[in-house]
């Protein structure tokens, strides 16, 4: 039995592809890890003026939701209404829970914060399934979402 020592030879072009390829795909990870941070944050990425966190990431049936706003630009932002606009809705049902406030024209200041409690409960009167969720606030250009989840515990 004789052993062949095989030899492959690429010519520069073809590895000149091969990298492009490797490359292209390693950018569209990146792009894609860091798409899904910024949903946590901001859809506004040229100018992150208004940024919206969760006191938590994962709720029990019942607990309150605190959601906190706060404008990180050098201009005031204007909402629709004293909850800044909060639209809460489930990612996998796409019903929505609106949160109801006093329908006035509301500004964030730069670099002030406001909070708003949500106590997961429908309008029916009933607790919001668990589930996932995501909340959103828009003020001009500026849109932010956080997502979160609402888990039943288990016995």
Same mark, same amino acid.
């Given at each position: 039995m004789s052993r062949h020592n095989h030899k492959r030879h690429y010519s520069h072009s073809s590895l000149l592809? +091969?990298?492009?390829?490797?490359?292209s795909s390693l950018s569209l990870i990146f792009f894609l890890?860091?798409?899904i941070y910024a949903q946590n944050e901001t859809s506004n990425e040229d100018n992150l003026t208004l940024i919206m966190t969760t006191d938590m990431t994962i709720y029990s049936p019942g607990e309150t939701v605190n959601f906190t706003m706060t404008n990180t630009g050098e201009e005031p932002l204007t909402f629709p209404n004293s909850a800044l606009? +909060?639209?809460i809705r489930n990612l996998a049902t796409n019903e929505s829970y609106p949160i109801y406030s006093a329908q006035v024209i509301t500004t964030l200041n730069p670099n002030e914060s406001s909070s708003i409690i949500w106590d997961t409960v429908a309008s029916n009167g009933n607790l919001v399934p668990p589930g996932d969720y995501i909340a959103s606030v828009m003020s001009g250009s500026s849109t932010t979402n956080v997502i979160f989840s609402i888990v039943k515990q288990i016995p």
């Open positions: 592809v +091969l990298a492009i390829v490797v490359s890890s860091n798409d606009g +909060l639209m």
